[in-house]
């Protein structure tokens, strides 16, 4: 499943690839296919993800279009 609101929090934010991989410590290439949606994204990911751009994981899993994390986080 390709998460585009990932590919798209990237980019408007400036991001690489490599610099968003570095934060989830793994190579390029790894993260590359979880943005591409050649590779399933693991809960970890999306959950570090969502706080890396202060999202909710439902914004980046498209079930909203509010991007507002949860109180208390």
Known sequence: ME???VRDLRE???KTQQAVA???NMHRSVYRRYE?????TPAWV???L???YHV???????RTDDPTPP???
């Open 56 to 62: 909710s994981t439902d914004y980046l899993l498209g």
């Open 46 to 48: 999306v959950n570090k």
């Open 36 to 40: 591409s949606g050649e590779r399933e």
């Open 12 to 14: 408007d934010r400036d």
């Open 22 to 24: 570095a934060f989830l």
């Open 71 to 73: 109180k208390g986080r």
């Open 3 to 5: 998460i585009k609101r």
């Open 50 to 52: 969502a706080d890396y």
